[in-house]
């Protein structure tokens, strides 16, 4: 029996599925799950070529970034966020809000 490799991209369909994994991928706190995330989110959304032409970022630079290696500044995360159609958003820490400053 042949098997088949697992590709968490073939599994993001939605925005709600894409947006539930991204968050999960943020919630990690490594740097380089999120990466990883926004590199399968990009292969699902019709990969890089796709994604250079939206956001006016260098496909091979969008390779990079978004590898183990990659050290993106903030302006190219949000760039890249906004070509896949998504955004960052500031909400409470619900573990810690009842912690408000006095």
Do not use: C, W
């Not at 990690?28 to 990009?42: E, I, P, Q, T, Y």
């Not at 699902?44 to 978004?66: P, Q, V, W």
Request: charged fraction near 20%.
């Amino acid at each position: 029996m042949a098997t088949i490799p697992y590709s968490s991209s073939d599994y993001l369909q939605t925005d709600d599925d894409v947006i539930e994994y991204l968050n999960a991928a943020m919630e990690d706190g490594d740097n380089h799950v999120l990466l990883l995330a926004l590199r399968n989110v990009a292969i699902a959304k019709g990969g890089f070529a796709k994604l250079a032409d939206i956001t006016g970022l260098n496909r091979e630079s969008l390779y990079k970034t978004l590898s183990e290696q990659g050290n993106p500044h903030y302006e190219t995360v949000a760039a890249i966020m906004r070509g896949l159609g998504f955004r960052f958003a500031i909400l409470p820490n619900q573990i810690s809000s009842h912690h408000q400053a006095a």
